[in-house]
């Protein structure tokens, strides 16, 4: 198009990635429930990452103690990528039962 001596062109804006979390898993270990633990609903753990990578102040949800126990073992496995400063974080979990091969 051209106006008065200019040239212009319209384009869309560039595609916009969503913002990768400031936090990197790199290694947990496997959760263990114990196979006769209740569950109903989901649960929310909190936790910080240090600069070291490793999770601290690790908050159990309320939960039956099964739950709060496995949780919280699982959480302490963690390990992130260190990030520059200390980073709460929290991951909600939700029991689903089904049989093998369904």
Known sequence: MTVGGMVGCGSLPPHQTPPRSAL???ESERLEIAPDCSAP????LAFT???QGRTTDIAP???PT???EAL???AASFRYAPPAAPTPASIEWLLVMGSRGS
């Open 24 to 26: 990197e898993l790199l």
């Open 66 to 68: 099964c739950v709060r």
């Open 72 to 74: 919280a073992a699982w």
């Open 41 to 44: 609903g989901s649960y929310i």
């Open 49 to 51: 990452v240090d600069a």
């Open 61 to 63: 949800p309320d939960a």
